[in-house]
């Protein structure tokens, strides 16, 4: 079993900046992909970024140049730093993980940007 958390959430203007954690409750050396997704309203979820245990990363076209994902193994943690946020950047967003071929997710976290 694995819990997520993540934290960072927030209210920003558009052009700032927030960082976004994910905490999972054991160690992540042995984890498989790790990603962030995003649902805004009345629309569903979607990949945002993604990195592999190697570090190999993935990101949406939207966020490209903007976000970007990166874990810390030590602090089994993974981390979007975001930039340049925008209006349409609003949603919730929530942290996936891959651990012996289960996906786990956390409860999420609320994103807002005001323009």
């Known amino acids: 079993q694995v819990q997520l958390v993540e934290s960072g959430g927030g209210l920003v203007q558009a052009g700032g900046s927030l960082r976004l954690s994910c905490a999972a409750s054991?160690?992540?050396?042995?984890?498989?992909?790790m990603g962030w997704y995003h649902q805004a309203p009345g629309k569903q979820r979607e990949l945002v970024a993604a990195i592999t245990s190697g570090g190999s990363t993935t990101y949406a076209d939207s966020v490209k140049g903007r976000f970007t994902i990166s874990r810390e193994n030590a602090k089994n943690t993974v981390y979007l730093q975001m930039n340049s946020l925008k209006p349409e950047d609003t949603a919730v967003y929530y942290c996936?993980?891959?651990?012996?071929?289960?996906?786990?997710w956390g409860q999420g976290t609320q994103v807002t940007i005001s323009s």
């Open positions: 996936s993980a891959q651990y012996m071929a289960v996906v786990y």
């Open positions: 054991r160690s992540i050396t042995r984890f498989g992909p």
